[in-house]
Nanobody, 123 residues
Framework: QVQLVESGGTLVHTGDSLRLSCVAS????????MGWFRQAPGKEREFVSA????????FYADSVKGRFTISRDNAKNSVYLQMNNLKPEDTAVYFC????????????????WGQGTQVTVSS
């Protein structure tokens, strides 16, 4: 059984930093893309960031570019999201995903999703 388990979400204040982690189990994703999506209350799910299997290529939504950094550790089958200078509009449930990179970046029929972790940024 493949599982992606996120952690690190919590309540923070504007300008704070937070690091999300996601650990995969049940299969190795060392040859796949991994990434993060988020969904705010009343809004559609949106792409946040993705990273290629070898960390050579990273992708970011315009809204987080320059503030968020994605990384991964294939030995730990994990992906991370360092979030700096958080804003209230970053409040959302953050989901970890894994699949072929093109599917992650394009949000197309991604096979593997975590359950999500709540990030709340208060002003």
């Amino acid at each position: 059984q493949v599982q992606l388990v996120e952690s690190g979400g919590t309540l923070v204040h504007t300008g704070d930093s937070l690091r999300l982690s996601c650990v995969a189990s049940g299969r190795s994703f060392s040859n796949d893309g991994m990434g993060w999506f988020r969904q705010a209350p009343g809004k559609e799910r949106e792409f946040v960031s993705a990273i290629s299997w070898d960390s050579a290529n990273t992708f970011y939504a315009d809204s987080v570019k320059g503030r968020f950094t994605i990384s991964r550790d294939n030995a730990k089958n994990s992906v991370y999201l360092q979030m700096n200078n958080l804003k209230p509009e970053d409040t959302a449930v953050y989901f970890c995903v894994a699949d072929k990179l093109a599917k992650v970046v394009g949000d197309r029929y991604i096979d593997y999703w975590g359950q999500g972790t709540q990030v709340t940024v208060s002003s």
